[in-house]
Nanobody, 125 residues
Framework: QVPLVESGGGLEQAGGSLRLSCAAS????????MGWFRQAPGKEREFVAG????????YYSDSVKGRFIISRDKTTNTVYLQMNSLEPDDTAVYSC??????????????????WGQGTQVTVSS
């Protein structure tokens, strides 16, 4: 198993920005894609954004489109989530996940094979 380690979470005011990182330690790490998910208290985990590893194509949920940007750095095996114009509803534990194959739907959690431990993001109003 290749561990994924998230960082960059914390407390931010509404309207502010945070950047999350997800690093894979394995030098030969090469998933088909990477995704970010989040789970707010009392809610189900939801897809936030995805990036195709080969060409950097990106996919977003409607709730974050235009505010969040996902990117990847193949030289460091790191995926980022730049979160701008944060809202209190963005408060959640954010987790990255590796997608080993193309699958059918970026939102399907069962199409991801490796998950990070999660990082807390709290947005105050």
């Amino acid at each position: 198993q290749v561990p994924l380690v998230e960082s960059g979470g914390g407390l931010e005011q509404a309207g502010g920005s945070l950047r999350l990182s997800c690093a894979a330690s394995e030098r030969t790490f090469s998933p088909w894609g990477m995704g970010w998910f989040r789970q707010a208290p009392g809610k189900e985990r939801e897809f936030v954004a995805g990036v195709r590893w080969s060409d950097g194509s990106t996919y977003y949920s409607d709730s974050v489109k235009g505010r969040f940007i996902i990117s990847r750095d193949k030289t460091t095996n790191t995926v980022y989530l730049q979160m701008n114009s944060l809202e209190p509803d963005d408060t959640a534990v954010y987790s990255c996940a590796a997608r080993p194959a193309t699958g059918t739907n970026w939102r399907r959690e069962d199409e991801y094979g490796l998950w990070g431990q999660g990082t807390q993001v709290t947005v105050s109003s």
